[in-house]
């Protein structure tokens, strides 16, 4: 959603680098390209004003007049400021003393509030609570049938007393909802409230009867990303007709302009809670506005990856591979489609690779990655015998037109995988021989060969070799050894920044914890994935 206005405000803040000291018609310059960027995105003129006169007085004043880098010093001034747009720091939910905590959600016909209540009620369910759903929009046709398929997909129960299509009471619905949730023992209820096409006081006080009769502790507004400037309008009317305590952001994956999220908050003045990224109950997020500040900045969102990372990925096999690696076994294709496996979990690629800092150059080649590479490497490995998997150098001309028929792939198609990972191999004996010699190491990215990355570089491609020089050596094994040993080196030392925005704004402007990796260029990543995202 914020491809273009991440590519036009980054492209304006590229203009200050090389600059020793800026002047006043730097940044003037600067502010109005962002304002123009702003404006087309349709975020709310009075948020554009405020956030461009924010930036422009400390742009001008002494925090950039006396720092080292002006540059890198006015990009963590709009980092600074857009987070503020954004709601400043990430809230938790309001939880009840006494369970159960009531969620009501509220919102036009459209938005997404039920599709939004199962994603909501699964999110809830990963983290411990045991939430009951609550068939409260008896107006709209099979909204409540809609609600129970969601439900079971989420598998969470759904209380749907009513059958809905203009029949029975909502609000008795919900105050009985809530007395079922208490009986049952479920510690989170979720109203499902009816909306309308447009704004108008029946719905509004159907919405404000339900409020006053089950007392939630949290009203969350959902509102569709999509509709721009307009969503502000809409909040507002929402705010006064019944007043609510948080936002969710819907379609957030759609291909407008974003002028919601960055308008909601500045209007209404009520934190943005989650965000609905696209069409599975998996995708919805806490929504962090320093994340989302760094991802429309093009400085990643680590932090996100790392958390998806960690609720994919089964640390009882990540400890038996490397026990493996540092006992001196060899890395399978068993080993390698285990891996890839835990990577398909983590959802889209293509968006994981779009949380790395600086991915906006590889943006088209993003949009075209074929996520079904992944099952084509499945169905590959899945063709072979175990001895086949387990020793590859004994897979030949004719166990290659095996598998490939058995895969439906092409036989080039099988050489390419066998290269690969024949890398990947190499790279895991060489982490092998550093965890058994007490080094360590870690690679990048399961299943990705080779995707392990430096900590800074200058710009280009981190280099495979000791710099300078490049090995003559016909010996493979020695050629593999130089290898690791200039990617070690280039792990510990590394340059000084290449990122269009540099260490320092990173640093000041990233918050919660966000590692550092403003200095991270997409081209330290290895052949393999250049490859895949299209690079030469």
Do not use: C
Request: hydrophobic share 40%; proline share 5%.
């Amino acid at each position: 959603m914020f491809n273009n206005l991440s590519d036009r405000i980054t492209e304006s803040l590229k203009g200050l680098r090389g600059h020793g000291r800026l002047s006043e018609a730097d940044v003037d310059k600067t502010i109005r390209e962002i304002r123009r960027a702003l404006l087309d995105a349709d975020v709310a003129v009075s948020v554009v004003r405020t956030f461009t006169a924010a930036v422009r007085e400390r742009a001008l004043g002494e925090e950039v007049s006396k720092a080292l880098n002006p540059a890198q010093q006015v990009v963590k001034i709009v980092n600074d400021e857009l987070v503020q747009v954004l709601g400043g720091e990430a809230r938790d939910l309001n939880w009840s003393k006494n369970p159960p905590t009531v969620i009501m959600l509220a919102g036009l016909q459209g938005a997404g509030k039920t599709t939004l209540a199962g994603k909501l009620a699964q999110w809830m369910k990963s983290e411990g609570h045991t939430p009951l759903l609550i068939a409260a929009d008896l107006q709209r046709p099979n909204a409540v049938n809609q609600l129970q398929i969601v439900g079971e997909r989420a598998g969470v129960p759904v209380f749907a007393p009513e059958p809905g299509n203009g029949v029975g009471d909502p609000v008795l619905v919900a105050m009985n909802g809530v007395s079922t949730a208490q009986f049952q023992q479920h510690d989170v209820v979720i109203v499902d409230t009816a909306g309308r096409l447009g704004i108008d006081e029946e719905m509004m006080q159907q919405a404000r009867d339900i409020r006053d009769a089950v007392g939630p502790h949290e009203t969350l507004f959902v509102v569709d990303a999509m509709i721009g400037q307009d969503a502000a309008r809409v909040a507002e009317a929402f705010r006064d007709g019944v007043g609510f305590t948080g936002v969710v952001l819907s379609k957030l994956d759609g291909d407008a302009r974003g002028g919601a999220a960055l308008s909601i908050t500045g209007v209404t003045e009520r934190p943005i809670l989650f965000a609905s990224t696209g069409e599975s109950l998996d995708d919805f997020e806490r929504f962090h506005p320093d994340r989302m500040a760094g991802r429309i900045l093009d400085m990643g969102d680590v932090m996100t990856l790392i958390e998806q990372a960690e609720k994919a990925f089964d640390q009882k096999e990540a400890e038996k591979t490397a026990a493996k690696l540092a006992s001196g076994e060899d890395f399978t294709l068993d080993d390698f489609l285990n891996q890839m496996q835990q990577l398909k979990n983590m959802g889209s690629i293509k968006k994981m690779l779009g949380m790395l800092p600086n991915m906006g150059q590889y943006r088209e080649a993003l949009d075209n990655f074929d996520e079904s590479e992944i099952g084509r490497i499945e169905a590959i490995i899945r063709s072979m015998t175990p001895e086949e998997r387990n020793d590859p150098k004994i897979i030949n001309g004719s166990r290659r037109n095996r598998i490939a028929r058995g895969s439906g792939t092409t036989v080039q198609q099988i050489n390419q995988l066998l290269e690969r990972f024949k890398q990947a191999q190499q790279m895991m004996r060489t982490m092998g021989r550093g965890m058994s010699g007490g080094g360590g190491g870690m690679p990048g990215m399961p299943g990705g060969p080779g995707m392990g990355m430096g900590k800074k570089s200058r710009g280009r491609q981190a280099p495979q070799r000791p710099q300078g020089k490049k090995s003559k050596s016909k010996n493979p094994a020695k050629a593999a050894r130089e290898q690791a040993e200039a990617a070690k080196r280039a792990a510990e030392g590394g340059g000084q920044g290449g990122s269009a925005f540099g260490a320092g704004a990173a640093k000041g402007g990233q918050g919660g914890g966000q590692p550092d990796l403003s200095d991270f260029d997409p081209s330290q990543l290895p052949p393999e994935m250049q490859k895949l995202l299209g690079g030469k």
